[in-house]
Every structure is written in C-alpha cells, then in structure tokens.
C-alpha cells in the first residue's frame, strides 16, 4: 500500500512540476525505495520550466558531496545559477534530479550488499532511475543521459557514469573526490599524502576510515576507481564525455586524483573538458558551477545531432 501511495503521488508530483511556469526552486517529495526500505528525498529542477516539456527530455542525476544530501543542488548555487543561466543563454531544456544516500556513502554499495538501507548504487541504476524515468517521463536512453556531481558526489558521478558507460554519455563534476591510489594502500603513504594537504593526517585518517567502511578490501575498491575503470575502457567512443575541475590548494588534495585521471586521457588522446585553477581551494564550485552547468547544456546539444 505505501509504495503504492508513494508512486499515486509521484506522478501527481510530476503533472503539477510541469504544469508550472517559471519555477526557480526545486521540486522536491520522497520516493519509498523497497531495495533500501525507506523513504528517500529527491528534487527535480528544469532548465527552462517556461517551455513545456517533451517525453524524453535530457536528464542530469547530481551527487551530493561528503555530509550532503538532496538539498546540495540548491544549497551549492546550482538551482539559481540553473534558474539564471537557462533563459539568459536560451538553454534547451533538460531536467536535472538530486537525491539523498548518506554522509560517506561514496555512492556505492557498503560491503558491495545490494540490498537494504546501504545499497546505494544497487538502488540508483535498478530502481530510482527507472522511477524517476517512468514518473517525470525523461531521458531513458544513453545518448540523452548524464551525471554531475561535487567532491564525494564528483567521484560518484564519474564512478557511476564510467561505470555504467552503457547508461550515460557525460558526466561533470566540481571537485571530484578522486583519490592519488587505492584507499587500502599503506598508512605511511598516506601519512605523506595528509602531510602535503590541508586536510592534515588527524582528519585525514577520519575520512580514511569511514571510506574502508565501505570499500571491505583492495579489490573492492580497485572495481570502484574511476580510473581504473576509465582505464578498461577500450574505445573512446564508449565512454562518457568528461569535465573535471580542481584547484591547486584543494583542502583534501584532490589534485593529485584529478591528474591522475587525466593523464589517463591525456595518454590516450581522448577528448574531455577540464579546468585547473593553481590558486583555487576545494571551494572553487562558487565559480566553477556556472561552467559546469554550460558542459551539461553542450552535451544536450550533442545529444540532438
């Protein structure tokens, strides 16, 4: 009967979403997951909720950051820089949806269990997406289907997109938490890491461990790595189109994750957009998610070539 209700009051959600014009805000409800047995916040916004929508209009799933959730999209500057960017640089329409998982859930399936409350990536590619699909009849196809996210939500979303290379044809992302080797590597490598970095080894090694929670052991891991995954890749044409951005004094070092990521590219010669900022701290989103709201509208435009 709930989940019944659940989805009644989804589709009512999505009939008055789009009957409205103008709308600046998010729209946001809950989704009873039966995979995770609870109810999960999400929120929908449109590029431009002036213009009627289409059956199968593009669609952007955003990954929250480390102690995030649903309301990162808006509470980031996404949502108003989206509401300004969308008729001022006529955008096309498309349809961008945030949703909660957890402080350090990086997105991925704890102890790789695909079910119950901790089943995040279980529960995102088998059924939010085909909720959100079927609700607010969006995108179900490649072509016309992305990823963004910020920090941890940045290495979720190239995780996830890379992952699922047969699912999405793009993935953006501010920040990406993108780490320099395996999470499970020797502690005094990491203490050398820590050392270089702001973050510093005493909080440094709190994040540590709450993401060895998640990730059991080395091979476990090494099958989440976004770059290790984009390494398996054989063709450009299969993966997804990338933007990645990061400052030079980011507080955690993601730096170092980014170059690592990109010179896998760099090797291969495969196309991506990038922006590097020496000065810039983890907090470079404040300017950066202009930029990468116009790299999902690019990959829109593609889209309909």
Known sequence: ????????????????????????????????S?????????????????????IGEPVVYFFHGIT?????????????????????????????????????SFFSDRNEEKAGSRAYETWFVREFMPYIEKTYQVCAER????TGGLSMGGYGALKTAIKYKELFSFAGVNSAAVSPF???NGLPEWNEYFGRHPVGPWRGHALLQEIRGVFRNKEQ????????????????EEAPRLYLDVGGKDYFGFQEGYFRLTKVLDERRWA??????????????????????????????????
């Open 1 to 32: 009967m709930r989940f019944g209700e659940t989805l009644g009051f989804g589709v009512l959600g999505a009939v008055l979403f789009f009957s409205v014009t103008a709308q600046a805000l998010p729209q946001c409800q809950n989704h009873y």
């Open 34 to 54: 039966r995979i995770r047995g609870k109810d999960v916040r999400f929120c929908v916004q449109r590029s431009r909720p002036e213009l009627p929508a289409e």
């Open 68 to 104: 995030g959730n649903a309301d990162s999209w808006k509470g980031n500057g996404y949502a108003e820089a989206l509401d300004i960017l969308g008729p001022e640089e006529n955008m096309p329409p498309f349809t961008v949806v945030s949703f909660d998982t957890s402080a350090t």
């Open 143 to 146: 072509r016309c289907r992305g």
């Open 182 to 184: 395996n999470v499970w």
């Open 221 to 236: 891991y090494d099958r989440n790595d976004p770059v290790l995954l984009l390494e398996a890749i054989k063709n450009e």
């Open 272 to 305: 991506y957009d990038s922006f590097f900022d020496p000065h810039g701290g983890h907090d470079i989103v404040q300017d950066r998610r202009w930029w990468l709201i116009r790299f999902f509208r690019d990959q829109v435009l593609r889209s309909a070539l």
